[in-house]
């Protein structure tokens, strides 16, 4: 395995690029228990994925390569666009296929913007956007997806193997609130301040953290440089301002579907005035549903071929270790051994 240094980044305002990190090729994972030893210490192995869309078949085979290759996972994270609209017979198509493979015990769903697009659709076979929202409440869409995932927030922690996994989301669906915006990620006070507080209680306790989140944060990961991708949170500065203090948080954003082959797949993020010389390590999930590329032109083109990409992380005493799965290959494409700074 590979083994990156501690990357530095002095930047010069909040949203300036993050330091693209080296990966090398993936060795094949070994079939340890998820929770169990291996290299001489305690290491927890888990997965994530993200877009699925209603690619229920990509899906499947997801799941099946990842017990394959992770039988014992300790969890497994989806990072938002569960379903390619939010209605609740297409939440059940998911529930459905998850129960038909085999999969961890603990998942922990993040929401993405195409829960929120039942509002575009007259009925299920009619898109109507010019009559907007067709009737559709706000407060619908949210109880659909927290009777899906059986919580009443979008945020949320879980514990894969000991690991902390946050999940971030937005509270509003923007164009209810402004009919300038669309998909923007709005936070509230209260998810701030509980972000914040679980950061610091796991930092005193030496502790990485996985925080999960379906939007990207700007000039990060690949695709996030595109115009496309810059404007996703209506709060960006708050939310680099927290995570930006603690070395050994790790992001995981979706939502661009941008292919893991890329060499910005996993960046370390500096933020100024935070304190943190050594930024934090944001992670491109890629996606279930479609993969694409930069097109040359400040755009983007989609992957030719078969697409089915998502992650293993494999949480040590001393580092984390990320790899990057061609699903549809059943193939490691890179793998990223990450430091961490401070350990239990």
């Known amino acids: 395995m590979a083994t ?12 300036t690029a993050g330091a693209a990190l080296t ?13 169990g030893h291996h290299g001489g210490g305690r290491t927890v192995r888990f997965n994530i994925i993200s877009d699925i869309q209603g690619d229920l078949a990509d899906f499947g085979k997801a799941l099946d390569d990842l017990h394959r290759i992770n039988p014992d996972s300790a969890g497994l994270g989806v990072a938002g666009d569960i379903t390619p609209r939010g209605y609740d017979f297409e939440y059940a198509e998911v529930r459905r296929t998850l129960q038909r493979h085999r999969h961890p015990r603990n998942v922990a769903w993040a929401i993405g913007n195409h829960e929120f697009y039942v509002p575009k659709y007259s009925d299920p076979n009619t898109l109507a956007q010019d009559t907007w929202p067709n009737g559709t409440t706000e407060d619908s869409l949210f109880r659909s997806f927290y009777n899906f995932a059986g919580r009443n927030k979008v945020y949320t922690e879980a514990s894969f193997g000991g690991v902390p996994v946050l999940t971030l989301g937005t509270e509003r669906y923007a164009h209810y609130h402004d009919a300038k915006l669309w998909d923007e990620v709005w936070i509230s006070d209260a998810q701030f301040a509980w972000l914040e507080d679980r950061l610091a209680y796991w930092a005193r306790r030496r502790r990485p953290v996985m925080v999960l989140t379906h939007h990207p944060l700007p000039n990060t990961v690949s695709g996030t440089r595109n ?118």
């Open 227 to 344: 115009k496309l991708y810059l404007g996703d949170y209506l709060q960006p500065d708050r939310l680099l301002s927290i995570l930006g203090r603690h070395k050994d948080v790790f992001l995981f954003s979706g939502h661009t579907h941008w292919d893991l082959n890329l060499s910005d797949w996993a960046v370390r993020r500096v933020v100024p005035g935070t304190g943190n010389l050594d930024g934090f390590t944001v992670v491109n999930t890629s996606a279930v549903q479609t993969g694409w590329t930069d097109d040359g032109k400040g755009g983007e083109a989609a992957v030719e071929g078969s697409f089915n990409q998502g992650l293993q992380i494999e949480v040590g005493p001393r580092t984390v270790v990320i790899k990057a799965r061609d699903f549809s290959r059943g193939a490691w494409l890179k793998q990223l051994t990450v430091p961490l700074h401070t350990t239990a």
């Open 4 to 15: 990156t240094g501690r990357a530095s980044l002095l930047a010069g305002g909040a949203l």
């Open 23 to 35: 990966a090398a090729p993936a060795e094949a994972a070994p079939a340890h228990d998820g929770r």
